[in-house]
């Protein structure tokens, strides 16, 4: 209070050698009065400041609870669609497995529908004279085998005919060497037994005796 009495009468000089007692009494009571008017203006705009301070945390609190809130139901949502995901590619999983393993089991069903037929043939009781038994065993025979190879061929499967061509280790395996007589030196003479591709990949080798040069003696 005296410091602000004191700058009061340094904005406001006083000549106290003219002034009465009284008048010097009502001189120092005013200026305690501006004084004290000047505290309370500052205590008011501080007070301001403290509830605009006040206002703007509860503001930014406020602010951060929803942002809260709404990272929370992203996470929320982020979650439920990965178990969704989840579920769905197991189920996509078991129903592949499911389908691989049926077409190992029933890959093979019209390949063995079209062989029943074969076998039916076989089983068929070959009922000629004996004069002819041997001509007709034989074009029974043929037509078996012209059968079954059509069966082969509408699944895939090929018979190879490696005679004169060039000796292929993924399709042929060597069993014996021959003499070339008339053959090209290293290429396939005779077949021993059959090989047979599926789809172009081999399945089982054929068995072949490959040409050499005789020495000249």
Same mark, same amino acid.
């Given at each position: ?13 006083? *000549? ?14 005013g ?11 500052? *205590?008011?705009?501080?007070?301001? *400041? ?36 989840v ?7 078991r ?7 049926d077409? &190992? ?40 085998q012209?059968?079954?190879? *059509?069966?082969?061929?509408?699944h895939?499967?090929? &018979? ?16 014996c ?14 077949? &021993? ?16 005796g490959?040409?050499? &040069?005789?020495?000249?003696?």
């Open positions: 209070m005296a410091v602000r009495f004191l700058s009061a009468t340094r904005r406001n000089p006083i *000549d106290l050698c003219r002034l009465t007692p009284s008048a010097v009494t009502r001189s120092a009571v200026l305690f009065s501006t004084a004290a008017e000047q505290r309370n203006a500052g *205590d008011d705009c501080h007070g301001e *400041d403290r509830d605009d301070d006040h206002s703007h945390a509860v503001t930014h609190v406020r602010a951060l609870e929803m942002r809260a809130r709404k990272l929370e139901e992203q996470v929320h949502d982020l979650t439920e669609r990965y178990k969704r995901a579920a769905d590619s197991d189920n996509v999983r129903r592949t497995q499911k389908f691989v393993e077409a &190992k089991l029933f890959g093979i069903q019209s390949f063995c529908r079209d062989l029943v037929e074969v076998a039916d043939l076989l089983e068929k009781n070959l009922t000629v004279e004996e004069s002819d038994k041997a001509q007709q065993l034989t074009q029974y025979l043929e037509h078996i012209g059968r079954l190879q *059509d069966i082969f061929t509408k895939g499967l090929e &018979k190879m005919t490696p005679v004169g061509s060039t000796y292929d280790p993924y399709q042929h395996e060597i069993v060497h021959t003499p070339a007589e008339g053959a090209e030196p290293g290429t396939v003479a005779m077949v &021993k037994q059959d090989g047979y591709m599926l789809h172009g990949r081999t399945i089982r080798h054929a068995l072949v490959i040409a050499v &040069k005789t020495q000249e003696r």
